[in-house]
């Protein structure tokens, strides 16, 4: 379950990375800033998106990392992925930075 996990941190840092900082996804996310501050926030924090990415993720794919009460450890596990995630994407903005984007 530990190499799932990993791969599902990846996909949530892309994800967030892709919906937070990208032109594509500028028009959703001034929309919903303009309808909601919690949604329009959500979609402009990709450290945010992540996390919510990631429970989602986990509610499908059901990883188990630790073993104990299942719902604590969808949880627990939901918080591992994005804070992996949480690096991927911080290493992505500082490549696009680097790269003049």
Same mark, same amino acid.
């Given at each position: 379950m530990i190499e799932l996990s990993v791969l599902l941190s990846l996909v949530t840092?892309?994800?967030s990375f892709t919906v937070a900082e990208t032109k594509l996804f500028?028009?959703?996310r001034e929309r919903m800033k303009?309808?909601?501050a919690f949604f329009g926030e959500l979609l402009s924090c990709g450290y945010c998106f992540g996390h919510w990415f990631a429970f989602v993720l986990v509610a499908v794919y059901r990883p188990l990392?630790?073993?104990v *009460?299942?719902?604590?450890d969808y949880f627990l596990t939901a918080l591992v992925i994005a804070w992996l995630a949480a690096f991927q994407w911080a290493v992505l903005? *500082?490549?696009?930075e680097k790269a003049g984007k």
């Open positions: 840092a892309s994800v500028l028009p959703l303009n309808k909601s990392l630790f073993h *009460w299942r719902p604590l903005c *500082w490549l696009m």
